[in-house]
């Protein structure tokens, strides 16, 4: 079975812009968790969508936005790109949402703001 | 944002010896989890744990889940060079939340 398959894989974009990545699941996971990666704030949550409906979100401002589609890809946008933005960019699945599902990450989006 | 108290922060281990890392939280988990991630790469999954007491193996690792709800341990023994990389431990809510909440990590370095 194949892996989370996120894309792009590396990104390189200047502040003000914006930058839309991919997450394609675990065939038969409906359920897509993003998360922010970087050296001094470390994992932190972003969102959390299943059935195209967004679930939980933690605590970023409203540049960051989601959504999910019919077949379960998901993707994220970030608007007016700040240099902090800069990141790796995860994207986990499980087969359902709720705290007793393991959640499988993809290799990520590397994100650099100039 | 929170993280969950990890230590030790970075560990310098020659091959063979055994290796210890956990995990403190101030906050109930349901669920503890235990990933490996490689540089440049998404963290995998190792162990996943479900139940306060509960101990699991993996090969040559073993987690624990505390009684407390609020901690857990992961263990490596015989350490390979392949090990290398940082450990995460997460926490998974309570609830319908499928929120992880990760620790700051342990990076292990095996020497020959």
């Known amino acids: 079975k194949a892996g989370v398959t996120q894309t792009p894989r590396y990104l390189i974009k200047t502040r003000g812009q914006q930058v839309t990545l991919s997450c394609s699941p675990i065939?038969?996971?409906?359920?897509v968790s993003w998360y922010q990666q970087t050296p001094g704030q470390g994992l932190q949550f972003l969102f959390e969508?299943?059935?195209?409906?967004?679930?939980n979100k933690g605590n970023f401002p409203g540049r960051f936005s989601g959504r999910q589609f019919s077949n379960s890809r998901s993707e994220m946008n970030v608007s007016t790109l700040e240099l902090g933005d800069s990141a790796l960019y995860l994207c986990?699945?499980?087969?359902?949402?709720?705290?007793?599902?393991?959640?499988?990450f993809g290799p990520g989006t590397r994100l650099t703001v100039t | 944002g929170q993280q969950l108290n990890q230590s030790p922060q970075s560990m310098f281990i020659q091959e063979g010896e055994d290796v210890s890392m956990n995990c403190t939280s101030s906050?109930?988990?349901?669920?503890w989890l235990w990933y490996k991630q490689d540089p440049g790469e998404g963290p995998v999954l190792l162990i996943a744990l479900y139940k306060a007491g509960e101990l699991t193996s993996n090969g040559r690792l073993t987690a624990q889940f505390g009684i407390t709800r609020k901690d857990s341990f992961l263990n490596i023994s015989a350490s390979i060079p392949s090990d290398v990389g940082i450990y995460f431990c997460?926490?998974?809510?309570?609830?319908?939340?499928?929120?992880?909440?990760f620790g700051t990590g342990t990076r292990l370095q095996v020497t020959l």
């Open positions: 986990a699945s499980s087969s359902l949402p709720g705290g007793v599902y393991e959640q499988y």
């Open positions: 997460a926490g998974q809510g309570t609830g319908t939340a499928s929120k992880l909440t």
């Open positions: 065939s038969g996971h409906r359920s």
């Open positions: 906050s109930i988990f349901n669920t």
């Open positions: 969508y299943f059935s195209e409906t967004q679930r």
